[in-house]
T-cell receptor, first 113, second 114 residues
């Protein structure tokens, strides 16, 4: 069974600084990988997904993530944080032969003015 | 615009009550899912359904059951609510197949069991 580890349950960044959220997965087969964002009192919204095409994936709101098979990682970055990026972020993995997603524990991002 | 709706945003129930959480999607998706979300644990899959009247247990099905009588509606049932079922419940839906099958989520129901 696959699992997802998000390093750091809380990340605090200054407005305009780099946002880096780490995600490592364990999977015995090439996975599909996702980043979701959850704003306060809302459901989850898809930021981006990796589906075995380009290893660098661009998503909404200026986020991108890079799939590194050798490191089993799918870290999420944004060059310049905005106050509106304050939210909880979840990494998720799905095997190609399965419908189910396995989620990480989540990382809460706060942005300091 | 794709939409997944859940019947209540907030719900307060008493221990031992039977609780129904309803989810409706308007995207004609085959797959539907129920998760619970708890701080520090992320989302954990309770049940999912890949077709009408079909269901499969997820990672934490104990204490829950589901019903899918119509394609667009997926219900989560707590037969006898307990305080440890106080949580945020999220419904999601997706298309089948390997690509373009990201899950779309509803806004969630925050359930408190007293």
């Amino acid at each position: 069974a696959q699992s997802v580890t998000q390093l750091g349950s809380h990340v605090s960044v200054s407005e305009g600084a780099l946002v880096l959220l780490r995600c490592n997965y364990s999977s015995s087969v090439p996975p599909y990988l996702f980043w979701y964002v959850q704003y306060p009192n809302q459901g989850l919204q898809l930021l981006l997904k990796y589906t075995s095409a380009a290893t660098l994936v661009k998503g909404i709101n200026g986020f991108e993530a890079e799939f590194k098979k050798s490191e089993t990682s799918f870290h999420l970055t944004k060059p310049s944080a905005h106050m509106s990026d304050a939210a909880e972020y979840f990494c998720a993995v799905r095997n190609s032969n399965d419908y189910k997603l396995s989620f990480g524990a989540g990382t809460t991002v706060t942005v300091r003015a | 615009d794709v939409k997944v709706t859940q019947s209540s945003r907030y719900l307060v129930k008493r221990t031992g009550e039977k609780v129904f959480l309803e989810c409706v999607q308007d995207m004609d998706h085959e797959n539907m899912f129920w998760y619970r979300q708890d701080p520090g644990l992320g989302l954990r899959l309770i049940y999912f359904s890949y077709d009408v009247k079909m269901k499969e247990k997820g990672d934490i099905p104990e204490g829950y059951s589901v019903s899918r009588e119509k394609k667009e509606r997926f219900s989560l049932i707590l037969e006898s609510a307990s305080t440890n079922q106080t949580s945020m419940y999220l419904c999601a839906s997706s298309l089948p197949g390997e690509v373009n099958n990201e899950q779309f989520f509803g806004p969630g129901t925050r359930l408190t069991v007293l």
